[in-house]
């Protein structure tokens, strides 16, 4: 009889079933402060924006002409996509500005999966690198969790950034006060009250910051996007939803305005 040696498992496989327990009992973790978050039903009609790409082109074919006037002084703008999503998800949105005369660039990499310190350095070279070939500071335009990478390169290297444009991030207040904290921590792997990098996300960049927010958005408090008096110098209501942000032309028009001001 053969002799039947016990059967190891290897140790990476060990390893990444430890990681995974840990990533869903940081889901299953209970709020503690018990916070707010958009009502089901708002959270419901963001399902509603999967048609968007066949109303876009309807809408492009009912009406060529261009979302954003042609710039009085042309941009240099860094685009910031959200959480889970990649810069194609903006592509459209960022066409339009340059429809309207202004150079948009992308962050420097792919889908966002959360604040990391890799991720955070790979943004960050990315705009010394656009500030660099481009000789004035940069417009950063971040849409829900990208916004916050904005603010926090704003904080970083206040000399390249010329002004900070949020759309739906979560800034101000509890970090859980929207209906995607849960996910947010199981795919980035780390509390939305502890990340790697700004911690002290509500303090206001030094350079002129505006917070796009709007009542119908499913996923972010409103509050939380809005900001309060000193966490941000303006805050402008949209009438959008969270995904709406990407790709709407009241957002798209509100962020031409922005990039005409100081």
């Not at 042609?70 to 949105?93: C, D, E, K, S, W």
Request: glycine fraction near 8%.
């Amino acid at each position: 009889m053969a002799l039947q040696l016990p059967v190891r498992r290897p140790a990476k496989f060990a390893m990444y079933r430890q990681e995974l327990s840990r990533r869903i009992d940081l889901v299953r973790e209970a709020d503690p402060e018990r916070t707010r978050s958009p009502h089901w039903k708002l959270l419901l009609g963001e399902a509603g924006q999967v048609a968007e790409p066949v109303r876009r082109f309807a809408r492009q074919r009912r009406d060529p002409s261009p979302l954003v006037p042609q710039a009085n002084t042309p941009r240099t703008v860094i685009i910031m996509p959200g959480f889970a999503t990649h810069p194609l998800r903006m592509r459209y949105f960022a066409r339009s500005l340059e429809a309207a005369g202004h150079t948009v660039k992308n962050w420097g990499q792919g889908f966002n999966w959360g604040v990391s310190e890799e991720r955070f350095a790979i943004a960050e070279r990315r705009l010394l690198d656009v500030y660099d070939r481009c000789g004035e500071p940069v417009w950063l335009v971040g849409w829900s969790l990208g916004g916050l990478f904005a603010r926090e390169l704003a904080k970083q290297q206040p000399h390249a950034v010329a002004k900070v444009i949020t759309m739906g991030s979560p800034f101000s207040g509890s970090p859980r006060a929207n209906n995607a904290w849960r996910m947010y921590q199981l795919i980035a792997g780390h509390r939305v009250d502890s990340p790697p990098v700004g911690r002290n996300v509500a303090d206001k960049p030094p350079v002129p910051t505006v917070a796009l927010w709007s009542p119908r958005d499913g996923v972010v408090d409103p509050r939380s996007a809005a900001g309060k008096s000193g966490e941000r110098d303006r805050a402008v209501a949209l009438r959008c939803t969270h995904i709406g942000f990407s790709f709407s032309p009241e957002a798209i028009r509100a962020v031409g305005r922005e990039l005409e001001e100081r």
